[in-house]
Each structure stands twice: as C-alpha cells, then as structure tokens.
C-alpha cells in the first residue's frame, strides 16, 4: 500500500507543527552543544517520519517524491539537520540498499532504518578524495569467503549513533571506478575506529569525524551488490541524495526569508521599518524568486525520479541551485539584520553557517556546474 495524497498532504502538515512545537525550542541550544537530542528521534520515529520513499514493504512509508520532499522541506524550515537525518534512509544511507541489497540486508539494516529504529552512514569521502570517489585509498582484500578492509574515510556523518556503515573500498586502487566494492559494516566491528571532529562551523549537531578500518574482516554478508560494482551502489546513494540536500536547501532559505521580512517589518532606521528602504525589497524580491524557483526545481527532479528516471542532470541542478539560493538568501537576511545577524539571539547566523555546508556536501556546487555543463553539452552521459 503507498500512502494516498490526502495522508502524504497531513505528514507533511503533522510534520511542520511537530517542527515547530518540539524542535524550534530546543534547536539553537543543540546547535552550540554539537549534538542531536535522541529523545526528539525517537519521538520523530513513533511518527514514522523516517519512513520517505522506502517501500512499505521493507518498513518505509512508500511515499512518492514530491511528498518525500515536501516533509523535508517542512521539518528543514525549523532545523535542516533534523531533514538530514529524515532524508537519510531514503537516499545517502537507505538508497543503495533497497537497490543493490539482498533480502537480509534490507532485512537487517535497512527496515529498522525506515523505522527511526537505528540510524545509520554513509562513508564515501576520504582524507584525500572527496569529490573524485573513484580516487580512493581505502582498499580490500580477499581471505577466503570474506574480506579484510584498510583505510580511512573523512568527514562522515552521524558517528555517534550510526549502528552501521554503508562504505567502500577498491581492491585495486589502478581500476579506479572498476576496483571498487560496497560494503556493509557493523558499528561494533573490531578494527573500526570512529574519530569525531570538533567545533565545525555549521552542521554542528551531526557528529562527523573519520572512519578508520585497521584490519576489519568482514564475512560475504557484508558485500552489497557484485564485486567491483560499488562505484554504482555509491552514484545511487549520493543522486538519490541530492533532491534531500535540495529539499533541505529550500527549507532553510525559506526560514531565512521569513526571518528577513519579519525584521524588516519591526526594526525601525531613520524614523521608518526598514522594509520601507528598496535596497531591503530589492533583497527580499531576489529571496522571494530564489526560493520560488529552487522549490519548482526540486519538484521537477521529485517528479523525474518518481517517473522512475535516473534524473542525474535534474538532481544536480536542484542541488546546486537550490543550495546556492539558500546560501545568498541567508546572507542577505543576515544583512538585513544588521549587528543582530551575528548575535546567538537570532536564528540567522546558525542558518547562514548551515547554507555555506550545503554548498560543500552531496558534490560541491562547482563539481554540480561542471557535470552539469557536460551533460548540456553532450562531453558526459546522463544515464
Ligand atoms: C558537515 C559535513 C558532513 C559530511 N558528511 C559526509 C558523509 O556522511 N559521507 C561522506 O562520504 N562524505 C561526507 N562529507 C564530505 C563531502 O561529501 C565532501 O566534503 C565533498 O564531496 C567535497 O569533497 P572534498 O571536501 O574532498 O573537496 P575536494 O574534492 O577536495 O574539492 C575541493 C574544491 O575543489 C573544487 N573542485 C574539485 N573537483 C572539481 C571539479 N571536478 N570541477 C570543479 N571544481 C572542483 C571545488 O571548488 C571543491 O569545493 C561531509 C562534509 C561535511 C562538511
């Protein structure tokens, strides 16, 4: 059964007043103490808002994409690290599962993901090869039935409550896209080192850090799809992912706009709201057609990949645009707030630290450009 558009339309409302009820108070002072409040997951999990795109039948919601990205967008408007870990399963960490994963995988990892039972990552990045993934370092070979990996990744997030790892590793690092097999790795797995970052400057509450593999045996269970393929089962996980940072993108630059008309309207300069100055419209008009525009570019790419389409010109722009209108809309809204956008007392700065990382992760923007230029000019295939 797929939830009907009348259920999908009533998420989405359940999922803003949630939202804005039980996250808003709680997301400025999770923000500066760097972590998720696992009470709010689990509570976001009894709501069944980690369900996304799955199939029923494998635990998620099944829901269509323009639904999928319409929660969370919602829940991203409030806090879009909460509409990280809500698109999780259906794309970064859940994607290259439900297409490439056995019976028992999905079994295993990939229901009580689509549940908000677990929570899981997606280890692709590395201290060396971030936007060449075919470049990794990290390698495997074979002892017997199973494998033994070696290496490190970079930047992977949700160290702290993963149970486990969607990673990869090349058995020969001269193959390139060829060498490279995708794995799945228990959190407890002796020889997995998990080593957090601190301090970052945006997307604090996520725990990202390295993932070192000394030695780590893995049994055949772990391999997800063919030897050699997990350069696919990696494009998946990161395409399906990109209309989930595009989602999130227009999420926080229509908080950011808000923010924007809200203080325009109050403070008074010379005698007058602020609003009244045509710099400050001329900001909010530029606002107002980004956002408008980002939002019907996510819903093309959601109307792409429901048609089943691979859709990797359309992602790419719904990713790159949108994040970039996220990022300049939070500058701006930043602007209109004068001395008080740097003050913890007002949103706009956690928003504007967050929009400058959502033009980095998922492909940064300038690799978006390039791929996306390719494509228009026949140099890069599009399936
Ligand atoms: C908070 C956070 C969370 C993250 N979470 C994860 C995670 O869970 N899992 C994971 O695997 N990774 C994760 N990442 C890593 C992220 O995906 C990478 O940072 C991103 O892919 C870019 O890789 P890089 O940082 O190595 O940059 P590089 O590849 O070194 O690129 C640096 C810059 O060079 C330029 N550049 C590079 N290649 C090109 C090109 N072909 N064309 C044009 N310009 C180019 C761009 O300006 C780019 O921004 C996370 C990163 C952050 C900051």
């Known amino acids: 059964m797929v939830i009907d558009a009348q259920a999908g339309t009533e998420l989405v409302a359940l999922a803003g007043d949630f939202a804005r009820r039980e996250i808003a108070p709680r997301v400025e002072e999770y923000d500066r103490n760097e972590r998720i409040p696992r009470d709010l997951l689990d509570r976001m999990a009894d709501l069944g808002f980690f369900g996304g795109v799955v199939p029923v039948e494998l635990g998620g919601l099944g829901l269509d994409h323009m639904t999928f990205a319409a929660l969370v967008e919602e829940v991203s408007k409030v806090c879009q690290i909460m509409g990280t870990l809500v ?12 297409r490439f994963g056995t ?15 677990i929570f899981g990552g997606s280890a692709v990045t590395e201290p060396q090869s971030g936007s060449d993934v075919a470049g990794m370092q990290t390698t495997y070979k074979k002892d017997g039935e199973g494998f033994v990996l070696n290496g490190t990744k970079a930047w992977i997030s949700n160290l702290d409550i993963a149970e486990f790892f969607l990673s990869f590793a090349t058995i020969d690092r001269s193959l390139r896209h060829g060498g490279v097999t995708a794995f799945l790795i228990p959190r407890d797995t002796p020889g997995l080192g998990l080593h957090p970052y601190k301090d970052k400057l945006g997307f604090r509450p996520i725990c990202t850090g390295e993932v070192v593999f000394d030695d780590v045996r893995l049994g055949p269970e772990a391999l997800v799809g063919e030897e050699g393929r ?37 403070r008074i300069a010379f005698g007058h709201p602020i609003a009244q100055f045509q710099i400050v419209q001329s900001k909010v008009t530029d606002m107002e057609v980004g956002v408008h525009t980002a939002r019907l570019l996510v819903a093309d790419a959601a109307q792409a990949l429901e048609r089943g389409e691979r859709a990797r010109r359309l992602t790419s722009m719904a990713k790159m645009y949108a994040s970039d209108v996220a990022f300049r809309t939070a500058a701006d809204a930043l602007q209109i707030h004068g001395a008080y956008g740097v003050s913890p007392e007002y949103p706009i700065g956690r928003l504007f630290r967050d929009a400058k990382v959502l033009q980095i992760v998922e492909g940064s923007n300038d690799l978006h450009r390039a791929l996306i230029g390719e494509m228009a000019l026949g140099i890069r295939a599009e399936s």
């Open 87 to 98: 698109s999780m399963p259906s794309g970064l960490v859940g994607a290259g599962i439900a």
């Open 103 to 117: 019976p028992e995988q999905k079994e295993r990892w990939l229901r009580p993901l689509a549940q908000g039972r």
């Open 230 to 266: 997990g350069f696919e089962v990696a494009m998946t996980a990161v395409e399906r992912g990109r209309l989930g940072v595009a989602a999130r993108s227009v999420g926080l630059a229509q908080a950011a706009l808000d923010e924007a008309v809200s203080y325009a309207k109050e």
